[in-house]
């Protein structure tokens, strides 16, 4: 039986999939996997990349935290914002990148955990971008907007 998997936002229902084999998904203690009959679970997100994989293809979006609860076979994410790999734009998440390490080496005590979010958040959804750079085998990706 494959899992149920919502991806939730305060704005929007980002995704419903009902075929849905696997959730690979940036706990706060590390990756966390999750396959059909997974026992109950709720726990922490990490800004990073959470993996949708179904029927031999795999779908990737950026989450910059929140909740992940496992009840039976139905997977929910709650983030506090979330991204699919195609709604990334490369060259705003370069800039936020740059201008969090600028921060975070200039920053105060005071200032300095919010410069590492920012720049964790930036190298998250970087890397969402490079797997799906990866997956596309070379061929040209579009960027949102172009």
Known sequence: MPLTLEIITGERLLLRREDVDEVIAPGSLGELGVLPNHAPLITSLQPGELRVKSGGSEDDFFVSGGFLEVQ?????????????????????????????????????????ARAQASLSRSLGRLKVLERRRRRTSGREMARPGA
Do not use: H
């Open 72 to 112: 039976s076979d139905q997977v929910t994410v709650l983030a506090d914002a979330a991204e699919r790999d195609s709604e990334i734009d490369l060259e705003r998440a370069e800039t936020a990148r740059q201008r969090a390490r600028e921060r975070l080496d200039q920053a105060t005590d005071a200032d300095r």
